[in-house]
Structures are given as C-alpha cells and as structure tokens.
C-alpha cells in the first residue's frame, strides 16, 4: 500500500511559477511509475506527466509540453512537478498517482494508477 500526499498548489498570476510536490509513504516507491493529473470543476480528470521508476522515460500532456517538468527523487520517495508560465486554462485540483505495473512505459490514462493522493489546488488567475 502506498500513501501519497500533494503539497504546493496556491494562487499564482498568470505567467507565474509553482512547484507541486507528492510525497509517498507506506512503501518505498522506487520502482513505481508516477504520474500528474489534473482535474477542473465539471470536467474529466486529464493526463498532465508521468515519469518512469528510473525516471528516464517522460512524458507530457500536449497542452504543458515547454512548461511543465515532472521530476522524482526516489531517495525521499518524492515526486515533483514544475509549473512555469502557468495559464488561467491550467487552474485545477491536481493528483499524483502511482503504480508499479509499468517499467519504463508512460500510461497516460487515470484508469491505469492503482495509488492516489487527495489532491491540491491550482488557481491561476488572469
């Protein structure tokens, strides 16, 4: 069982920077597969990152592709997401996810993740 918990969201400007940790307890997850995902009021929850155990493989929803960078550091099973130039498009409560079914592969679809976190808000203002 893995336990995972975001920190980090706020309210940011538009053009402005966060950081979005999620920190893993339970298990150490350095073979799990972990990903980003984000969800609006009234809309599906929509694929943002996901990187691989090793954290070789990346991968990286269109729409934060130059952006957006998903980073690991298994030694303190924490994984980390890299907002810049956010957007008022990007506001959000955003998850991380994990799952050790994948190796280096990138699923990009909720479904996928057995492990969530409760979410943190992202509000970027105009």
């Known amino acids: 069982q893995v336990q995972l918990v975001e920190s980090g969201g706020g309210l940011v400007q538009a053009g402005g920077s966060l950081r979005l940790s999620c920190a893993a307890s339970?298990?150490?997850?350095?073979?799990?597969?972990l990903a980003w995902f984000r969800q609006a009021p009234g809309k599906e929850r929509d694929f943002v990152a996901t990187i691989s155990w090793t954290g070789s493989n990346t991968a990286y929803a269109d729409s934060v592709k130059g952006r957006f960078t998903i980073s690991r550091d298994s030694a303190n099973n924490t994984v980390y997401l890299q907002m810049n130039s956010l957007k008022p498009e990007d506001t959000a409560v955003y998850y991380c996810a994990a799952d050790r079914k994948y190796g280096l592969r990138s699923p990009k679809r909720w479904g996928e993740y057995a492990y969530w976190g409760q979410g943190t808000q992202v509000t970027v203002s105009s």
């Open positions: 339970g298990r150490t997850f350095s073979r799990y597969t």
